[in-house]
Nanobody, 126 residues
Framework: QVQLVESGGGLVQAGGSLRLSCTAS????????MGWFRQVPGKEREFVAG????????IYADSVKGRFTTSRDNDKNTLYLQINSRKSEDTAVYYCATTASPFARVSDEGKDYDYWGQGTQVTVSS
């Protein structure tokens, strides 16, 4: 049974940095592509970042490119999202997700991810 648990969210001021974590369990973490998405109430879920199982290939949404960095520690079964230069528009619930199949391509579409965490709220105040 795959479980994903996000942490690290909270109320933060604009500017500065914040790191979200997503701890996975239930299978061999190092074989699976991971992704980050976010959602604001009343809006569709938005892709943020994705990372290949090896950790050497990443993709980002244009809205976060240059400010967000995703990485993973396969020894710790943990995915990270480093958020720099926070903006008020980054306020959202952030979700990590993963695929059902191992060695899947990195995708920016939510339909390509099969397991989701419960989300962690990030609120950026200006």
């Amino acid at each position: 049974q795959v479980q994903l648990v996000e942490s690290g969210g909270g109320l933060v001021q604009a500017g500065g940095s914040l790191r979200l974590s997503c701890t996975a369990s239930g299978r061999t973490f190092s074989r699976f592509t991971m992704g980050w998405f976010r959602q604001v109430p009343g809006k569709e879920r938005e892709f943020v970042a994705g990372i290949r199982w090896t950790g050497d290939y990443t993709i980002y949404a244009d809205s976060v490119k240059g400010r967000f960095t995703t990485s993973r520690d396969n020894d710790k079964n943990t995915l990270y999202l480093q958020i720099n230069s926070r903006k008020s528009e980054d306020t959202a619930v952030y979700y990590c997700a993963t695929t059902a199949s191992p060695f899947a391509r990195v995708s920016d579409e939510g339909k390509d991810y099969d397991y989701w965490g419960q989300g962690t709220q990030v609120t950026v105040s200006s």
